[in-house]
């Protein structure tokens, strides 16, 4: 492949067709996209058992009871509101960016991105990593595969082929994985709840154990209470399960969100089941060392009993669908980051535009997920701590955004109550494990860093997608539609007549214009400094005898050049440009012109048609 042709493989999804990127996505069947955030979901199976019990020991069945009833009565309602509120797949973080004005809305997107990148890359990282240890334990395992580490690295890298051949391809293998992976775990889970009914001394003897450690069931449930945030990882997938709403079909965009909720619904019902009888079975039958680190079962809780009960035959099949699961259970995060990312980023001006592309984010995403396994050394039970406060935070700021959103109704006291409890939740997981919160750190601060510096760098795009005149306006400027259009470009400004007149003056003395050229003035009121890219609307109006367009923008000096270019090329006259010239500090003007969407207009106006028009003597600019 050449260089070029490497380059437009890299780039297709920026190189299409005028129009085919307003083309709807290519959409699956709810329970088919189920499949593809179920590998996420429904893969945490694979070490949720082995992650309880490491953190409530024989308290692991009640512990997880109270995911569960979290998960049915509090995420699930939850996220069918954030379905609702976001059909478009920028679930709780849109919710909240409506809430708060200007920067603040921004800042707040980039710190909740960062968290979601933290548990969206900690969730390929942490599921690689858990594959390669069901792979490397596996009796037939050839010796020269035994590094967890290497075998996390292929999995990583065959994931990242995966999605750089094509996104058709990841959901068709998400729903043979999971088909697979769930009957495999009935069968398993069936085996054992049978052994435990067979061996009828196993619960009794359990119940010792509960109350030789605690003194009573309200004990048993304090503690439960406090040790719940650690098991919070099986709440990983309802984010994802919005973030993919665009992919859901539907007749219409309320049927999308039936079939959202159905999603929702249906995965919820299914981990639930299965959350509490692989807690129950695994706390029953697996000896406590085995979980230890090294154990047998130590994140590998079903494969443990599968071998038992199986042979290793069949515990063999286990371990390939459970390896081939927890591989690909990166494909939802991946799936979530490629919705997510350019949803925002490019949209505010904080990404190059190649971040609308998908196979160059795919590459940036590998290679960050490469990073945080060497870091970690593809330790599973290391990074439980970081992917449970980035999945936390995302459910407590939907918590928020939903209470929010209800606040003038009764349910808000429900949603009020939902988000305490995910509040708490959250803290207590930081405060026992903080390296969570130290590791989301570094992703918002690089994300912060690097939208920063990418909307300084395009900050003098055209970043205008069109402008629009009025009827006004239009019929004011084909009045003189055979000479250039003169602007004087000021400031919104509360004068009468008589100060344009003594404007307009000193323009036409300076420049040498004759009366007989109409001059129009043109002012550009500053809305949303922080929104990047908009359709410029261009009004009319007269004051006495003087022509006037106005508009409103995030920019002013962009929208300036935009007008021109637009003029150019309507009316085939190169139009002219007048400014006042302004004293100040260059760096300020930066400043300003950055982060407020003003500073000195004509040599940002001259800038920013320096990179939009080759031939810049197409437009004049008087200073």
């Not at 094509?166 to 775990?185: C, H, P, T, W």
């Not at 708490?424 to 920063?452: D, H």
Request: net charge positive; hydrophobic share 50%; glycine share 6%.
């Amino acid at each position: 492949m050449t260089k070029s042709g490497f380059g437009d493989w890299l780039l297709a999804d920026l190189r299409l067709p005028k129009g085919v990127h307003s083309a709807p996505e290519a959409v699956h069947p709810w329970w088919r996209v189920m499949c593809l955030t179920g590998v996420d979901y429904f893969s945490t199976l694979g070490y949720q058992p082995g992650i309880a019990f490491l953190a409530a020991g024989v308290l692991s069945p009640i512990a997880t009871l109270i995911l569960v009833l979290v998960t049915l009565f509090a995420a699930l309602p939850l996220y069918r509101r954030v379905a609702g509120a976001s059909p478009n797949g920028q679930g709780s973080i849109a919710m909240l960016e409506r809430l708060f004005p200007e920067w603040g809305g921004k800042a707040f997107v980039l710190v909740l991105l960062g968290f979601a990148s933290t548990d969206f890359i900690i969730t390929m990282t942490l599921s690689a990593a858990d594959a390669a240890a069901h792979f490397v334990h596996n009796p037939f395992a050839p010796h020269w595969l035994s590094s967890q580490m290497l075998i996390t690295l292929l999995l990583l890298a065959a994931l990242s082929a995966i999605f750089l051949k094509g996104f058709k391809e990841a959901i068709g293998i998400a729903v043979v994985l999971v088909g697979v992976y769930l009957a495999l775990n009935a069968v398993v889970t069936a085996k054992a709840l049978h052994e435990v009914m067979i061996h009828p001394e196993l619960l009794p003897r359990w119940r010792d154990a509960l109350f030789a450690q605690h003194s009573n069931w309200l004990a048993m449930l304090g503690v439960s209470l406090l040790l719940f945030p650690k098991l919070a990882l099986g709440l990983s997938g309802f984010e994802t399960g919005v973030a993919v709403m665009p992919l859901i079909a539907g007749k219409d965009l309320p049927d999308r969100i039936r079939n959202t909720r159905k999603l929702l619904n249906t995965a919820a019902i299914i981990m639930s089941v299965f959350l509490i009888a692989t807690s129950v079975v695994t706390t029953l039958l697996i000896p406590p060392a085995a979980f230890a680190e090294k154990g047998a079962a130590n994140g590998r809780a079903m494969a443990y009993l599968a071998h038992l009960y199986f042979g290793n035959g069949f515990g063999t099949l286990y371990d390939v669908s459970t390896i081939l699961i927890l591989a690909f259970a990166g494909a939802s995060a991946m799936a979530g980051l490629l919705n997510l990312i350019p949803r925002y980023l490019p949209r505010l001006g904080m990404a190059p535009e190649w971040a609308q592309a998908s196979r160059p984010l795919v590459l940036v995403f590998m290679s960050i997920a490469v990073v945080v396994t060497l870091a970690f050394r593809a330790d599973v039970d290391a990074q439980g701590g970081a992917y449970a406060t980035g999945v936390l935070v995302l459910i407590t700021s939907a918590a928020t955004a939903v209470t929010i959103s209800l606040w003038k109704k009764r349910l808000r006291w429900v949603y009020l109550l939902v988000t305490a409890i995910f509040i708490y939740t959250t803290a207590l997981n930081v405060w026992q494990r903080p390296e969570g919160l130290k590791i989301s750190s570094y992703f918002i601060l690089t994300i912060i860093a690097v939208s920063l510096v990418s909307r300084a760098m395009r900050s003098t795009e055209l970043r205008v997608t069109s402008v629009e005149l009025s009827t006004e306006a239009s019929t004011m400027l084909a009045g003189n539609s055979s000479e250039p259009v003169l602007l004087i470009a000021r400031r919104p400004q509360p004068e009468g007549p008589a100060d344009l007149d003594r404007v307009e003056s000193i323009v036409r003395k300076l420049y040498g214009l004759h009366s007989g050229e109409t001059l129009y003035f043109l002012e550009v009121e500053r809305t949303d400094a922080s929104d990047f890219s908009e359709c410029l609307h261009v009004e009319a109006r007269l004051m006495g005898t003087h022509k006037i367009l106005y508009a409103k923008s995030s920019v002013v000096a962009n929208s300036i050049a935009a007008l021109l270019v637009h003029l150019e090329q309507t009316t085939g006259q190169v139009p002219h440009a007048y400014f006042k010239w302004r004293e100040g500090n260059p760096i300020a003007n930066v400043f300003r012109f950055i982060f407020l969407g003003e500073g000195d207009a004509a040599p940002l106006t001259h800038e920013v048609l320096r990179k939009a028009v080759k031939d810049v003597d197409r437009v004049l600019l008087c200073m």
